[in-house]
């Protein structure tokens, strides 16, 4: 049974990780960006790389910390839809934050808009949150090292099997946590990053990703 501690104990935690959040998204993303530039990768490029640092730095951090500190799903996932507004802001007004934000697409809101949504799926069937904190870990680590493979070699945004590689390998190893369904679900997971088209806001892999591993991991509990 949740308590006022619980909830207590998980606001104070979603601000400090909310404080992270930022300095990942307005510092260390554009430092990643600037560094990039003077390297002489092309701004779209250099774009991606910020996005990727987000995604290993920021979600990937405050993902695998879930099981161990958070007592219920309800705050991380409104500080999620929270942060999914935060994103969203800048495309509605079309001052984007360019070392990180694509006019193409909304992925990075997608991105936190589907955290929210497994996190409290996930709950819900296992109090643990492994079964929806493995999902997000293959978005956060995995899809941050497939891009970051593919654009050092193509700089720019690649389906390149290198990278789809690197994803599985980092998938494996997270979903290895999780038994034959954890790798199940990591070779799906891989396949679905590699099929789906890019600059797709329907078919947006840091929807499909999530979404398909943790039905897959789900399913597993029925078999």
């Known amino acids: 049974m949740l308590t006022k501690a619980d909830f207590l104990n998980d606001l104070i935690l979603a601000i400090l990780f909310s404080v992270w959040m930022f300095f990942v998204i307005k510092c260390l ?17 250099s774009i991606y790389f910020g996005r990727k640092i987000i995604h290993i730095f920021g979600s990937g951090f405050v993902t695998l910390s ?56 996930g709950w819900f069937f296992d109090k643990t949150f492994w079964l929806g904190v493995i999902p997000l870990l ?56 590699k099929i789906l088209p890019m600059d797709n806001n329907l078919l947006d892999d840091n929807i499909w990703i999530p979404l398909v591993s943790f039905l897959t991991l789900f399913l597993f509990q029925w078999i």
């Open 29 to 45: 993303a554009r430092w990643t960006f600037d560094f990039a530039i003077k390297k002489g990768f092309p701004e779209k490029s």
């Open 138 to 193: 293959f978005v956060s680590f995995g899809d941050g090292v497939t891009g970051i493979v593919r654009n050092l070699k193509y700089k720019k945004k690649n389906k390149g099997w290198e990278g789809s590689l690197a994803m599985l390998i980092c998938c494996i190893l997270i979903g290895a946590k999780l038994g034959l369904a954890g790798v199940v679900a990591a070779i799906l997971a891989t396949i679905v990053e």
């Open 66 to 121: 879930v099981p161990f500190l958070f007592k219920e799903p309800f705050i991380p996932a409104l500080t999620a839809f929270l942060l999914a507004f935060y994103n969203f802001w800048p495309h509605k007004k079309g001052k984007l934050y360019h070392w990180f934000q694509d006019a193409n697409n909304i992925h990075e809101v997608n991105f936190c808009i589907m955290w929210g949504i497994i996190i409290l799926l």
